[in-house]
C-alpha cells in the first residue's frame, strides 16, 4: 500500500511540474513575443494608432509566444540550447505538446477571424487547429528557427 501511495506521489509531483513549467513558459514567451512586436513596429511613435487593431494583434502574437513556449518545455531536444532551471524542466511529451498546440492554433484562428465576421467558421477553427498540432508534433525541428 505504501508502494502504491509513493508511486502515486510521484507521478502527482511530475504532473504538477509539468503544468506549473507549461504556464510559465507559455506566459513568458506570450509576453516577450508582444513585446519584440511592439518593439519592432513602433508602436509608440505615432500616437494615432487604431488601438483595437494592435490589441488583436497582440493577442495573436500572445498565442504564438505560448505556443513557442509549449515546444519549448515539451521538446527534449530543445535542452541543448535552453537550460531550463531546477523547478521548470523540459519533457518529451509529444502527445500532449501536440493536443496543446492544436488547442493554440485553434485559439489563434479564432483570434485571427473575430474582428471580420461574426459567425465562428469551424472548418476554420479545425485547420488552424490541425496547423497547430502539426507544428506541435515536429517540435522543436522547426521552432529552432524563429528569431527575431
Not at 500500500?1 to 509513493?6: D, G, K, P, Q, V
Given at each position: 500500500?505504501?508502494?502504491?501511495?509513493?508511486r502515486f506521489?510521484a507521478?502527482?509531483?511530475?504532473t504538477?511540474?509539468?503544468?506549473?513549467?507549461?504556464a510559465v513558459?507559455?506566459?513568458?514567451f506570450?509576453?516577450?513575443?508582444?513585446?519584440?512586436?511592439?518593439?519592432?513596429?513602433?508602436?509608440?511613435?505615432?500616437?494615432?494608432r487604431?488601438?483595437?487593431a494592435?490589441?488583436y494583434?497582440?493577442?495573436?502574437?500572445?498565442?504564438?509566444?505560448?505556443l513557442?513556449?509549449?515546444?519549448?518545455?515539451?521538446?527534449?531536444?530543445?535542452?541543448?540550447v535552453?537550460k531550463p532551471?531546477?523547478f521548470?524542466?523540459?519533457?518529451?511529451?509529444p502527445?500532449?505538446?501536440?493536443?496543446?498546440?492544436?488547442?493554440?492554433?485553434?485559439?489563434?484562428?479564432?483570434?485571427?477571424?473575430?474582428?471580420?465576421?461574426?459567425?465562428?467558421?469551424?472548418?476554420s477553427?479545425?485547420?488552424?487547429?490541425?496547423?497547430?498540432?502539426?507544428?506541435?508534433?515536429?517540435?522543436?525541428?522547426w521552432?529552432?528557427?524563429?528569431?527575431?
Open positions: 500500500m505504501r508502494a502504491l501511495f509513493l506521489a507521478r502527482a509531483r511530475r504538477v511540474r509539468i503544468v506549473v513549467s507549461i513558459f507559455s506566459i513568458v506570450a509576453t516577450l513575443f508582444v513585446l519584440a512586436m511592439v518593439i519592432h513596429s513602433g508602436i509608440f511613435s505615432v500616437p494615432d487604431p488601438w483595437r494592435w490589441l494583434a497582440g493577442t495573436l502574437f500572445g498565442i504564438l509566444g505560448a513557442f513556449g509549449t515546444i519549448l518545455v515539451l521538446d527534449r531536444t530543445a535542452d541543448p535552453f532551471r531546477r521548470l524542466r523540459t519533457f518529451n511529451r502527445v500532449l505538446r501536440a493536443g496543446l498546440c492544436g488547442a493554440w492554433g485553434a485559439l489563434a484562428v479564432i483570434m485571427a477571424v473575430k474582428p471580420f465576421t461574426v459567425v465562428l467558421p469551424i472548418g477553427v479545425f485547420l488552424g487547429a490541425s496547423v497547430g498540432a502539426i507544428l506541435g508534433w515536429f517540435g522543436w525541428r521552432a529552432k528557427y524563429v528569431d527575431f
